[in-house]
T-cell receptor, first 117, second 112 residues
Framework: NAGVTQTPKFQVLKTGQSMTLQCAQD?????MSWYRQDPGMGLRLIHY???????DQGEVPNGYNVSRSTTEDFPLRLLSAAPSQTSVYFC????????????????FGQGTRLTVV | AQSVSQHNHHVILSEAASLELGCNYS??????LFWYVQYPGQHLQLLLK??????LVKGIKGFEAEFIKSKFSFNLRKPSVQWSDTAEYFC??????????FGPGTRLSVLP
């Protein structure tokens, strides 16, 4: 199993450009999520999905869109990049046990380091 | 809303010193608790987790954590750190069965 795969690993964008960060998992996990990591702030949840066709907003959703057309893929779209979106982005997946996702850990991808200039 | 605080931003220790990293959360109900480690340039990896039962949980690489419900705490400990433990450590809580709330992280530097 590859686990959670994110592409690209590094990206530089100009302000106003759009792009999609890819995330795929091969563990058949129902739950997928996107976090951004900024110094001193830990990981903050951007968007999450509890299954194909279902997405919801996290703590910091503005400027980002997601979709979940398949169980495996959960892309994150930056609509119009801003310097404030310079960050490291992590995708994670987890699965439920007895209907409770919280009792299993999250599996993380390697991260995408995004710089917006 | 849930929140997680970690007591120390940066901890510097010499090899063989003992480690304790503090973690407190704010949520009155049942929680699942986690410690993750992030080595330089890498993704987060699970160190240990608490769901129920014995409040003293043991994880990988000699780490352990104790859940004290009355103090809303889940502190991470290791009796003797190594240079290879240099990393950033994140405490996380999952209370609603779906989303993880992470603390701001504690950077540990172990001097050889």
């Amino acid at each position: 199993n590859a686990g959670v795969t994110q592409t690209p690993k590094f990206q530089v964008l100009k302000t106003g450009q759009s792009m999609t960060l890819q995330c795929a998992q091969d563990m058949n996990h129902e739950y997928m999520s996107w976090y951004r990591q900024d110094p001193g702030m830990g990981l903050r949840l951007i968007h999450y999905s509890v299954g194909a066709g279902i997405t919801d907003q996290g703590e910091v959703p503005n400027g980002y869109n997601v979709s979940r057309s398949t169980t495996e893929d959960f892309p994150l779209r930056l609509l119009s990049a801003a310097p404030s979106q310079t960050s490291v982005y992590f995708c994670a997946s987890s699965y439920s046990l007895n209907g409770q996702a919280g009792i299993t850990e999250a599996f993380f991808g390697q991260g995408t380091r995004l710089t917006v200039v | 809303a849930q929140s997680v605080s970690q007591h120390n931003h940066h901890v510097i220790l010499s090899e063989a010193a003992s480690l304790e990293l503090g973690c407190n959360y704010s949520y009155g109900g049942t929680v699942n608790l986690f410690w993750y480690v992030q080595y330089p340039g890498q993704h987060l990896q699970l160190l240990l987790k608490y769901f129920s039962g014995d409040p003293l949980v043991k994880g990988i690489k000699g780490f352990e954590a104790e859940f004290i419900k009355s103090k809303f705490s889940f502190n991470l400990r290791k009796p003797s750190v190594q240079w290879s433990d240099t990393a950033e450590y994140f405490c996380a809580v999952n209370a609603d069965g779906q989303n993880f709330v992470f603390g701001p992280g504690t950077r540990l530097s172990v001097l050889p």
